[in-house]
């Protein structure tokens, strides 16, 4: 038996809707793994997937951060190594131009540790000596060696090699530290520098010096018997009272005698000696040499 026509025409519908139906579903299939593989090519960078690029920048980072630590340490260790040590003892406070040694052989006297008798407060060794006078030549910037010849010269004579920073035989007071100057110039060198213990010393008298009374001498003047400005003091008068002897090359010359003579007699206004001669021939001699 033959089927029907209707039966043959329900049959060829459903062949074609089968047909048609694959085709849609194949072609669906198609568009998905076409728009997967886009969006993978368009999610990477160089073929790079971004979640591992992500990952690699951050250990990139982390390795140029490494990279900088460790640099910034060879550098620092670099810059050590080249830079010398600190000193484990304390610097000099001033450029060395006079040396122990040097006070030595010039005034060997006071190189000894038993120069000094026990309690004796004006007394000084070479070795008292030495920093308070480098200090000194620094504070008042001596660069000429006949200057600085002349004032320690000075100073070794005035002061009996260091033993005195006092001038008890004078009845006035007020004469000393180590070039004995005389009161009125220890009262000007203690108020340019203690002018407000100068004031309250003083009182009344600040402004006339020549009217105040021994006790009163004797506590200015103790202002400035300390090391420091007692072996300063030679300096500061040839700076600022004899100053027409500071920096001039025609006086105070190096190795120059007669240059000292005519400073003591009219720089500092005093008579000369052979004593002073023998003290400045063995500065000359052993200092700065």
Known sequence: MK????????AFFVLIFSIVTN????????????????TSVASTSQGEPVNNRLENNKKNEKVSEKEAVSSSASSSSSSSSSS???????????EELITAAQLDEANPDAAKDSYCSSGDDQ?????DAVGPLNDAIAKYKMTRRGEIVGVIANMLFESGAWSENINSGNTEGGQGT??????????????????????SLMGSDAGNADGASASVREKVMDLVLNPEDSFASGFWYLVEKASTYHGDENKLRD??????????????VTEWSQDREDWWTKANQYLMV
């Open 3 to 10: 089927p029907s026509f209707a039966v043959l025409s329900i």
């Open 23 to 38: 085709a849609e579903c194949t072609k669906r299939r198609n568009f998905k793994a076409s728009g997967s593989s886009a």
């Open 84 to 94: 010398p040590a600190p000193s484990s003892s304390s610097s000099s406070t001033s």
């Open 123 to 127: 007394c000084s060794t070479n070795a």
């Open 178 to 199: 180590r070039c004995m100057m005389m009161w009125n110039y220890v009262s000007e060198y203690a108020e340019s520098l203690h002018p407000e213990d100068y004031a």
């Open 255 to 268: 190795g120059n005698l007669d240059d000292f003579k005519d400073y003591v007699e009219n720089g500092i």
